[in-house]
């Protein structure tokens, strides 16, 4: 089976098991459920479908049950609907981007919170050391030669002063 077909199916499959959840699925404790994804496998017999739940974790909890007892129902409907002579199996996983997607940005909120706080720190600072680190040397070339100090005497340390 080609990747192109099992993608054509899973967004079918995403629009029917959307439809029936919002039309035909009546269990109380099914909450606001979004179908994020729909994956297929290769030979087109298993299908996961990621979902996310609005509400606290108790309402996500009821939900995956929610879901859990209706797989029999959407699995024959997706039958129906697409006309396949082998019906894939319907697996319901939660959906974790949007929780990790909601905690990246909180880190990068903090990041943002972290560089806010040194630059204030570093409005007026002074550096320790000397302001130009880089002055030319006693020749004038730009720099002192290995094995020489800033008076200018050879440290023996084998280097030429040259």
Not at 27 to 32: N, Q
Not at 51 to 76: C, F, N, W
Request: net charge negative; glycine share 10%; charged share 30%.
């Amino acid at each position: 089976m080609g990747a192109a077909r099992a993608r054509r199916l899973a967004d079918r499959i995403a629009r029917i098991v959307a439809e029936m959840l919002e039309r035909r699925i009546k269990d109380p404790r099914l909450g606001f459920v979004t179908v994020t994804d729909v994956r297929m496998t290769g030979d087109l017999r298993d299908a996961t479908v990621y979902y996310t739940v609005y509400g606290p974790d108790e309402e996500r909890v009821a939900t995956a049950a929610a879901l859990d007892s209706a797989k029999g129902v959407i699995r024959t409907e997706v039958g129906r609907q697409t006309g396949l002579r082998h019906t894939p199996s319907v697996t319901f996983v939660a959906d974790t981007v949007p929780d990790n997607a909601r905690h990246i940005e909180e880190l990068l909120e903090r990041a943002k919170v972290a560089d806010a706080r040194v630059a204030r720190n570093r409005e007026g600072a002074h550096p320790a050391g000397d302001p130009d680190p880089y002055r030319p040397g006693p020749d004038g070339d730009g720099g002192y030669h290995l094995g020489q100090s800033p008076d200018g005497a050879d440290h023996e340390a084998g280097y030429s002063a040259s």
